[in-house]
Nanobody, 126 residues
Framework: QVQLVESGGGLVQAGGSLRLSCAAS????????MGWFRQAPGKPRDFVAG????????YYGDSVKGRFTNSRDVAKNTMYLQMNSLKPEDTAVYYC???????????????????WGQGTQVTVSS
């Protein structure tokens, strides 16, 4: 069984930074790709970033490219999302997700992820 726990959310002014963490338990972390999604009130959940099991490749949604950085520390079973130059439109609940090792397909699709965290709120004030 895999459990994912996000942390690091909070309130920040526009232009500021936050770093989200996603701590994973379970044997599949080291061989599993992972991702971040976010959901603003009244909107569907959107892809933010994805990372391969090795951390060698990362993928980003268009709205966060150049501002967010996705990384992982395999030794710590933790994935990170460094968010810089935050904007009010980044306000959302952020979720981390993990794909089983046998999964394939686009990192942007929710259906390719098997486990989800409970989410952490990020609020960016103008």
């Amino acid at each position: 069984q895999v459990q994912l726990v996000e942390s690091g959310g909070g309130l920040v002014q526009a232009g500021g930074s936050l770093r989200l963490s996603c701590a994973a338990s379970g044997r599949t972390f080291r061989t599993s790709a992972m991702g971040w999604f976010r959901q603003a009130p009244g909107k569907p959940r959107d892809f933010v970033a994805g990372i391969t099991w090795s951390g060698g490749s990362t993928y980003y949604g268009d709205s966060v490219k150049g501002r967010f950085t996705n990384s992982r520390d395999v030794a710590k079973n933790t994935m990170y999302l460094q968010m810089n130059s935050l904007k009010p439109e980044d306000t959302a609940v952020y979720y981390c997700a993990l794909r089983s090792p046998w999964r394939s397909g686009s990192y942007t699709r929710e259906s390719t992820y098997d486990y989800w965290g409970q989410g952490t709120q990020v609020t960016v004030s103008s």
